[in-house]
């Protein structure tokens, strides 16, 4: 599954933080939160040992949370109402976007990182 992190999301900073997505804002205190901060500066094998199961498990969970939107609701009698969990809940339609969310800024965060590692 790839996702293509610039076109679909623009991480917002937070406070006088700006999102690691290269904006440039005047008069911030620093250039990138501090928590982003430290994962962005781990070595090599520390950053792929944080990283690899984290976007595994936001993958599987995903996966897992998409296959059980999609089962048929049993909730609602006629056939104008074919809904599935994820149709009829809005629970479920924003517990699907958290995990998406997640897979974007653990990519975000991988993206940031190989960009300014190089410089």
């Given at each position: 599954m790839v996702i293509e992190l610039e076109s679909k999301i623009k991480l917002k900073p937070l406070d006088l933080y700006p999102a690691i997505d290269g904006k440039e804002l005047s008069g911030l205190i620093l250039p990138v939160r501090s928590d982003i901060a430290e994962i962005i500066e781990m070595d090599?094998?520390?950053f792929y040992q944080w990283y690899k199961p984290r976007k595994e498990v936001a993958q599987r969970l995903l996966s897992e949370f998409?296959?059980?939107s999609n089962i048929p609701h049993l909730g609602y009698d006629s056939e104008g109402c074919?809904?599935?969990m994820g149709l009829a809940h809005e629970s479920v339609k924003e517990q699907l976007n958290i995990?998406?969310?997640g897979l974007e800024h653990i990519e975000?965060?991988?993206l940031y990182r190989d960009?300014?590692?190089n410089k």
């Open positions: 090599d094998l520390d998409e296959l059980f074919k809904y599935t995990y998406r969310q975000a965060i991988k960009r300014n590692m």
